[in-house]
């Protein structure tokens, strides 16, 4: 038994080790006008927090598993978008700078106040050449209030009525992953 535990935990460290080293790095070397900002710190350290892990450092997402936050019409659309994926999450087949995602992204609005997901948004919204509005902390509450009885998370058909071009995916072959 111990003779075929050593294989897999190598192969497990050798499938972790690629996203530990792109979580690593300093942020200076990112290209974000907002990372240099001071005003950015606690944005850049929720981002770290809670989207690093799926989104990057650098927003581009991880090819074939989460998409890029950099240049997608989902993070510098309609506000209400990202917001309302931030509160509640977002599951099902979307379109993110032209690939196809389908997974879950986890809801957040239990977790983050309306001040820290609107400083993360904004963050995200004017960050990776992103040049969108920022969004304040009444957005934020404006939206959680009028869904205070949301228990699922958002599909892209539904969010589709805000004003997103792409919503969801045509039936090419990409490969699915989690926004």
Not at 103 to 117: A, C, K, S, V, Y
Not at 156 to 174: T, Y
Request: proline share 7%; net charge positive.
């Amino acid at each position: 038994m111990r003779g075929a535990f050593v294989p897999v935990l190598l192969i497990g460290i050798a499938l972790l080790l690629p996203a530990l080293f792109a979580c690593s790095g300093r942020w200076e070397n990112v290209d974000d006008a907002a990372a240099a900002d001071p005003a950015f710190l606690p944005a850049r350290a929720l981002y770290r927090n809670h989207c690093i892990a799926c989104h990057g450092k650098d927003g581009r997402g991880a090819a074939a598993l989460y998409p890029p936050l950099r240049g997608s019409e989902w993070a510098t659309g309609n506000p209400e978008i990202p917001i309302r994926i931030v509160l509640h999450g977002l599951q099902g087949l979307l379109m993110v700078s032209g690939n196809r995602f389908l997974n879950h992204m986890t809801p957040l609005g239990h977790r983050l106040t309306d001040e820290e997901i609107a400083s993360v948004l904004t963050y995200v919204r004017l960050s990776w050449g992103n040049r969108a509005s920022a969004i304040q902390p009444w957005d934020v509450q404006r939206v959680r209030l009028a869904h205070a009885d949301r228990k699922s998370a958002w599909s892209p058909e539904e969010l589709a009525g805000l004003g997103l071009a792409s919503i969801s995916g045509d039936s090419s072959g990409a490969t699915p992953a989690r926004p």
